[in-house]
């Protein structure tokens, strides 16, 4: 039967239809807020390219955490700022790192909240890359050690789960055996699987003072031309022991959201990066855009492409909406 007896449009005729028959439902559950932690005390430092985002010390990012868990935020992903940075970054694996004291300051203080670190080097280093530099270029097998010893500690410090972000090959089985080795075999691993050398990432390198001192990221990070490869990416980790894979970032990358989703049913996050944050806030700003309206558009469609968690900065703002 076609028109006139099929008529789409009845199913949309008031807001209670179209909640019954809406397929995607955006909730507080699918959203997981990034928070950057710095030395010192009572230091918030706003974020110029990222408004409404700071830099906080641990007495601050504690009471961060205590106002997002309120309105209903579940989960957060924790980079952390060091007083100093080495050329290896093993600054990341001491005892007292700057995101190992905050994860047993929100343990402590907040602790419903879920916690997740990220595991890379970019942000610990003297020269801004994400692992150990031999002959100009990152070691991928160096590299290794660190980000082992890097997510053992933060186990120790007691993370909810740890997320590699630094694209080295066999880096999920690497530190999948140094946890398990070190008793942590229940905890679970978000692998950003497929993370692009992007240049959506500009703002979040102010957040954590990680820019490259030299080069690119271009030899470990992939092209953004590829999709295939994504899915390479994504079979290996899976095999590695990721429990959780990632696609980043998110907009210009929803077909690859969708093809990992379809391809390996299993639980994928997408990085909404701050880039297309900040794009959406610069637009609002001018009076361009809907903001509220943009931010339940954009993230429901990150959904739709089959994200189940969706990592973004929005988080805060949209939370009680939901």
């Known amino acids: 039967m076609t028109f006139p007896t099929v008529r789409l449009r009845r199913l949309r005729q008031s807001p209670v239809l179209r909640n019954m028959v809406r397929e995607t439902i955006l909730t507080r559950n699918d959203l997981m807020m ?3 932690v710095c030395p010192g005390t009572n230091v918030n430092k706003p974020i110029s390219s990222m408004p409404g985002n700071s830099q906080l010390s641990v007495d601050k990012l504690v009471e961060k955490g205590r106002e997002l868990f309120d309105k209903g935020v579940q989960s957060v992903l924790l980079f952390g700022i060091p007083e100093s940075k080495d050329e290896t970054g093993e600054v990341a694996c001491h005892h007292n790192g700057i995101v190992q004291q905050a994860v047993r300051a929100l343990k402590k203080d907040v ?3 879920f916690l997740v670190a990220d595991i890379c080097n970019c942000e610990y280093t003297s020269h801004g890359h994400c692992g150990t530099i031999v002959d100009g270029d990152v070691n991928n097998d160096l590299t290794l050690e660190t980000l082992s010893k890097q997510s053992v500690s933060l186990a120790e410090a007691g993370v909810d789960m740890v997320a590699p972000s630094d694209m080295m090959d066999g880096r999920v089985q690497a530190i999948r055996s140094a946890l398990d080795d070190s008793g942590f075999y229940n905890m679970p691993i ?3 699987s497929a993370k692009y050398a992007s240049a959506f990432y500009g703002p979040f390198r102010e957040a954590a003072e990680s820019a490259p001192k030299f080069g690119d990221r271009k030899t470990y990070q992939m092209d953004p031309a590829n999709g295939d490869e994504a899915l390479r990416e994504v079979e290996l980790d899976i095999l590695e022991g990721a429990d959780i894979v990632m696609v980043k970032p998110a907009l ?9 989703k379809s391809t390996f049913n299993i639980p994928v996050a997408a990085y909404n990066v701050s880039g297309e944050f900040a794009m959406v ?3 609002a700003a001018n009076g361009w855009i809907d903001e509220k309206r943009i931010v339940h558009e954009l993230l429901t469609g990150l959904k739709r492409a089959g994200a189940d968690i969706i ?3 929005h988080t805060q ?4 909406d939901l």
């Open 34 to 36: 990034p928070l950057f």
């Open 311 to 313: 990592i973004s900065y």
């Open 281 to 283: 806030k610069a637009a």
């Open 111 to 113: 602790p419903g909240l």
């Open 190 to 192: 978000m692998a950003y």
């Open 252 to 260: 210009n990358y929803m077909d690859i959201i969708y093809r990992v």
């Open 317 to 320: 703002e949209i939370i009680q």
